[in-house]
Each structure stands twice: as C-alpha cells, then as structure tokens.
C-alpha cells in the first residue's frame, strides 16, 4: 500500500492533538523514587525526558552508546529508569544487560506490548497517539505531565489564544532562549530543528545565560530571535517574545516551544514531509525492524 502523504501533520496540530488526547485520558502520575542513585537511560529525546524528571538530583544519566561505561565507572548505582516510546530498538538489550547485572529496571514507554518490558520489575505505559516518526510528542509529553502535573486542557487553550507572526518563512535560521530555569528541555528544541529541517533552517537553542557567552559573535540578517517565556531585550536584530501559561512547567515550556517550531515548518517547504519516507526505509535497514513514516 502506497504511503498516505496526508497522514503527516506538522508538529503545532500534533501538540493540539496530543493536549486534546491528555484532556479526555490522563497520564499516570509518576513517582520514581525507587532509588537513590538511579541510571537514567534514554535515546535522543527520550534522555532529555530523563533529565527533567531527575533534575538536580543524584541520577546518572547516560544513552546507548554509554550506560556500560557508566555502570562501570560510577559507584552507588542501585537501579534503572529506562524511558523509550516504543520499548523496542536498543531497549531490551539495555533492559537485560542491567538487569543480568543484578540491578532492577523501571520501564517508562508507550507500547502495552514493549519487548523490554519483559525484563523490567516495573513499567508505566502511558497513552499516546499516532504521530509521524520522529515527533514523539504525545510519547513524552504524556510522561511529563505525568511528572508534573500540569493541566492539559489549559495549556491547549493558551496555545490556541497564542498570536504568532505570518513571516517566519523568511528567516533560515532562529536562535530560541529558553528561561534558564528550564535548561534540561534545551536539547528537545534542538533534536525537533534537526529533525524537522535539518540543514534547511538552522536551530540554536540557549539559555538567557548561556546566550551570554560568545553566541552571537557572527551576526545574519536572516536569525529569528525567539524568546520563550522572558522579554528579550539585548539579543538579535530580529525578536519574538512568546509568552508561556501562569506557573508554567516543563510540560507547558516544551507544548509552546514545540508549537512555535511547528508554526515555523508550517511557513516553509514541507521538508520533513517530502523525505520521511526515503529516511524511514533507511533506518529500517539501519535498525534491522520495519521503522514507518507514521507510528501508530
């Protein structure tokens, strides 16, 4: 069967859908203070997940490429948080070896059916949608929510009053600030420009503080400098302040930044949507599974 092209939302319909799916089917609560020194492991936005559960805790986080290292190199740890949307590619690998080490794993996914929850004492599933590949926006703003709380309805009505410009077509590269408050959701804005764009628009993502630093040494005409939650008055010739919801979160942070980057994809070429067929047989072979455009 020929692939559906209209399947492929951008990523501002795929927030409101997921805001929409968390208003009628609520997240479990999260509590994840099984260990003292857990090791949080996740791939790509799954570990940034990780970071914001356990921030400015003892948790060691690592990846794929460096969990064993880890485990090695670090004394004390006493269990596992593992997070992965689908509890398939590298998770049950990661799932056995820690266990095989004697240590217990607590699973955060969103397949009732995921392999690595076999080897797991413990996992949550949490609801999601069908979303292109790569999105993982109801995945693990689900789990987020879960951990905070925040109110899902409220949130998409802020998003649907939220007045953003028409022109961001004409700007190839943005510099995004978030409050430094929120530095571990940093990374997911800049996994979502590389994952939406690629080379096309260029993505820079930074704290208030961090932008501080010898970032705009190079100046471009054609830089968007937006502005989450904060009014930015000292960087970039072209600006954006976009507010965030009274006593915001990380939930509501990532539902607005997600939601602007989706508005910019909005106003350029369907970059995503013309390659991620080619990209999706391409990792299939690379991962050794069938990876589809679309994740149901």
């Not at 879960?146 to 410009?165: H, W």
């Not at 993502?205 to 502005?227: C, G, M, N, R, W």
């Amino acid at each position: 069967m020929a692939f559906d092209r209209s399947r492929i939302i951008n990523l501002d319909q795929c927030v409101l859908d997921a805001l929409t799916l968390f208003t009628r089917e609520k997240p479990p609560s999260l509590d994840l203070g099984f260990f003292k020194r857990p090791l949080v492991v996740g791939s790509g936005n799954a570990a940034a997940t990780g970071k914001i559960f356990f921030e400015g805790t003892d948790a060691v986080f690592a990846d794929e490429s460096t969990y064993l290292k880890k485990l090695e190199a670090v004394p004390g740890i006493d269990g596992c948080i593992l997070i992965s949307a689908s509890g398939g590619k590298h998770a049950p690998l990661i799932a056995g070896e820690v266990r095989d080490k004697g240590l217990q794993v607590v699973l955060l996914t969103n397949n009732r059916s995921a392999p690595a929850s076999k080897l797991a004492s413990k996992t949550y599933v949490f609801p999601k949608n069908s979303e292109p590949y790569t999105y993982n926006t109801s995945t693990y703003l689900g789990m987020i929510l879960g951990k905070t709380g925040e109110d899902a309805a409220e949130i998409r009505k802020f998003l649907l009053n939220l007045r953003l410009p028409a022109d961001f077509g004409k700007y190839d590269s943005v510099f995004m600030i978030v409050p430094d408050e929120f530095e571990s959701a940093r990374e997911m804005f800049l996994t979502k420009f590389d994952e939406l764009f690629g080379p096309k628009v260029s993505g820079r993502v930074f704290t208030l503080e961090q932008a501080k630093h010898a970032k705009t040494v190079v100046p471009s005409d054609t830089e968007l400098f937006i502005s989450l939650g904060a009014k930015n008055t000292q960087f970039g010739k072209h600006r954006l302040d976009v507010p965030l919801p009274k006593k915001a979160s990380y939930a509501s942070l990532i539902a607005v930044g997600y939601y602007v980057i989706g508005r910019i994809q909005a106003q350029h070429p369907p970059y995503f949507k013309d390659s991620i067929e080619a990209y999706a047989a391409s990792a299939s072979k690379i991962f050794g599974q069938e990876i589809k455009p679309m994740v149901d």
